[in-house]
């Protein structure tokens, strides 16, 4: 099956902790990206990557990086996480303009 | 201000009825999507739609790209429509990272 995984569906965890959620593509794209999309359902860009490229919304927080193994996997790791952060986080990838995205993964942040 | 307007907010139909879903850009535009979320669902991409009109089965697609606008037409509308669809502009500077509308809740009776 082709598409964009993502792992895991759901996180809890406390203020403060670190998280790493993880997101892998089947569909031979370059470019992948992470979006967060908060409890209004708006959608908002936080990372581009492509084997050339990292590309970082100017609005993320430092506290937030991606973490590539290779073109397939785009990870997000958050250092320390605060109650603003709960949200669900999608992965998508491109290999031009269209892009497909993951199921997300919904944090909470207590 | 918002860069991409979608309108109406919200859209209640009976099953049967045509819907029509808008989408506004404030600067020129590169490439748009549109997308099908369902409560807890992932993001299916309905359309790439960069210009013209794109039709599948009762979904039409037109994008203007002079008046900078798109809009996403559903005939005959049914139940398993309901849900939140999304229109998606690329940001520009060739990183293909998509700046989202709020979304139109649309909501299919029976």
């Known amino acids: 099956e082709t598409a964009v995984f993502q792992t895991p569906n759901y996180h809890v965890t406390q203020v403060g902790n670190e998280v790493s959620f993880n997101c892998k593509q089947t569909?031979?794209?370059?470019?992948m990206y992470w979006y967060k999309q908060d409890s209004k359902k708006l959608l908002k860009i936080m990372f581009s990557y492509n084997n050339k490229q990292l590309i970082v919304n100017e609005t993320v927080p430092r506290r937030f990086s991606p973490q590539s193994s290779d073109k397939a996997h785009l990870n997000l790791r958050i250092k320390s996480v605060e109650p603003e952060d709960s949200a669900v986080y999608l992965c998508?990838?491109?290999?031009?303009?269209?892009?497909?995205f993951g199921p997300g993964t919904r944090l909470t942040v207590l | 201000g918002q860069q991409v307007q979608q309108s109406p907010t919200s859209l209640v139909l009976q099953e049967g009825e045509n819907a029509e879903l808008q989408c506004n850009f404030s600067t020129s535009l590169n490439s748009m999507q549109w997308f099908y979320q369902r409560p807890g669902g992932s993001l299916i991409s309905v359309f790439y739609n960069p210009s013209g009109t794109k039709q599948s089965g009762r979904l039409t697609s037109t994008t203007v790209i002079k008046e900078r606008r798109s809009s996403l037409h559903i005939s005959s509308s049914q139940i398993t429509d309901s849900g939140t669809y999304l229109c998606?502009?690329?940001?520009?500077?060739?990183?293909?990272?998509?700046?989202f509308g709020s979304g139109t809740q649309l909501t299919v009776m029976p």
């Open positions: 998508a990838s491109s290999s031009y303009a269209e892009q497909f």
């Open positions: 998606a502009m690329e940001r520009g500077s060739g990183s293909w990272q998509l700046i």
């Open positions: 569909l031979g794209h370059d470019t």
